[in-house]
């Protein structure tokens, strides 16, 4: 065999060295808490407003991570405890030189959770937070896209027009870079848990 031959086949290697590296190099998402899509769904006509009353579509979402939380703040439980989660789960992300994360509060309770009222709530939480509605339309339209279900009592079905709880379902959204639903968290969440699956997420969107 020739230099030249030689030098072939040992870029040749050299390349299939990096290309199998790479991949045994992606972290096993089999150690997740939660579930990821395999191909995830980009969130699309998305029309809601933010806790300042300002347009929130789906080009937000671009070149950060989301969490989301589609809930309510009249919530008596699990609303608070998972922002609870959400808050020291970022405080483990603030000590750590890497990638963090927006948490956003989607209330589906338009009727009690006005702008002004949501930004007090979430800021209780963490300052970071961001809180959302919209119309009943838009935000159901926007739960669908994030596998979050609900059911807000109608009119004539309150024992006290102000004074009614709302069924909801009580998973985190991961939303990635690219605005994509990346991963779905069912309860029971812990901040470790959740920053943990965090890291491994990002690594293997950062390997593809």
Not at 76 to 85: G, I, R, S, V
Not at 99 to 108: E, Y
Not at 180 to 186: L, S
Request: charged letters at 20%; a negative charge; aromatic letters at 10%.
């Amino acid at each position: 065999m020739n230099k030249f031959a030689i030098a072939l086949v040992a870029i040749a290697a050299l390349g299939a060295g990096l290309f199998f590296g790479n991949r045994q190099s992606a972290p096993d998402l089999s150690e997740l808490s939660g579930f990821s899509f395999p191909e995830p769904e980009a969130l699309a006509d998305v029309g809601l407003v933010d806790h300042n009353n300002e347009p929130l579509s789906e080009t937000d979402f671009l070149d950060q991570w989301t969490f989301i939380y589609v809930g309510y703040t009249f919530c008596p439980d699990y609303c608070p405890m998972t922002l609870t989660n959400l808050n020291q789960m970022h405080t483990l992300l603030s000590e750590e030189d890497g990638p963090k994360a927006t948490t956003l509060l989607v209330s589906v309770d338009p009727e009690r959770d006005t702008p002004e009222h949501l930004k007090n709530y979430v800021k209780y939480f963490n300052e970071s937070f961001i809180g959302a509605t919209g119309t009943p339309e838009e935000i159901r339209k926007f739960a669908d896209q994030v596998s979050a279900v609900y059911s807000v009592p109608e009119p004539e079905n309150r024992d006290d027009p102000k004074n009614y709880l709302v069924d909801h379902s009580s998973s985190v959204i991961l939303i990635n870079p690219e605005a994509e639903v990346q991963a779905i968290f069912t309860p029971p969440q812990t901040a470790e848990a959740l920053a943990k699956d965090f890291h491994l997420l990002v690594a293997h969107h950062e390997s593809r």
